[in-house]
């Protein structure tokens, strides 16, 4: 028995059952490797912003005066509160973009596995953001 087959697994094939080269074997390996780079690239990017949104606007809020009674933001006023630096509308801006960073990982997916022509991973992955909007829908129903 060959040791490096049994160390490997067994030879990679198409779907055709047409058995790889090496060279082809490392090729997708290292398109394997540039997908999970991009994905991981959009999910930090995400974090980091709205890390820094909050950091720097949580502060800035218990700072604040306290004479203005509570007033919650919609996230359309957020928006709108953002050229004038209001601190409550950078930390919503800052959830928001947390809780939207996956939702954009997703579609990132998609759209990756798309171009690598993986049909089964672009109908697994949109499934999952079919099932995130639903779940968005019914959410902002109850409100």
Not at 33 to 40: K, T
Not at 100 to 121: G, M
């Amino acid at each position: 028995m060959n040791t490096e087959q049994s160390t490997q697994g067994p030879p990679a094939t198409t779907r055709a059952g047409r058995r790889l080269s090496e060279a082809e074997r490392l090729r997708r390996r290292e398109e394997s490797r540039r997908l999970e780079a991009r994905i991981a690239t959009v999910l930090r990017t995400g974090v980091i912003i709205a890390a820094v949104l909050l950091t720097v606007s949580l502060p800035w809020i218990v700072l604040e005066d306290r004479t203005v009674g509570k007033h919650y933001l919609s996230v359309g006023e957020a928006l709108r509160d953002l050229p004038e630096l209001d601190p409550r509308g950078l930390a919503a801006v800052g959830v928001v973009i947390l809780v939207a960073t996956p939702i954009l990982q997703l579609l990132t997916s998609a759209f990756l596995f798309w171009r690598k022509h993986d049909r089964l991973y672009v109908v697994l992955t949109l499934t999952v953001c079919a099932i995130v909007a639903v779940g968005i829908m019914f959410a902002a129903g109850g409100h």
